[in-house]
Nanobody
């Protein structure tokens, strides 16, 4: 079994910063792409940022480019999302996603339970 657990969400004022973390644990052989998605009430889940297995290649939604930075620490099986210059429209539940090959050589996508980020004065 594989689990993803997010941390770092909370309430922040506009213009502030938060850092989200997501740690993968369990019967992991290899972690491929990792990413962060978000879903606001009444809206579809959208990709915020993703990072390749080696950490070199990243991809961002246009709405967060220049403000958010995704990174990963493969030694810790952890992906991070540094969020700066936060705006009220960034308010959402943020979900971690990872494509993981387990010890049984089965690859599939896993999701964390989500962490709430609220940007408000």
């Amino acid at each position: 079994q594989v689990q993803l657990v997010e941390s770092g969400g909370g309430l922040v004022q506009p213009g502030g910063s938060l850092r989200l973390s997501c740690a993968a644990s369990g019967r992991i052989l290899r972690i491929n792409n990792m990413g962060w998605y978000r879903q606001a009430p009444g809206k579809q889940r959208e990709l915020v940022a993703s990072v390749s297995s080696g950490g070199r290649n990243t991809n961002y939604a246009d709405s967060v480019k220049g403000r958010f930075t995704i990174s990963r620490d493969n030694a810790k099986n952890t992906v991070y999302l540094q969020m700066n210059s936060l705006k009220p429209e960034d308010t959402s539940v943020y979900y971690c996603n990872a494509n993981i090959r387990d010890l049984g050589y089965v690859s599939r996508d896993y999701w964390g339970p989500g962490t709430q980020v609220t940007v408000s004065s």
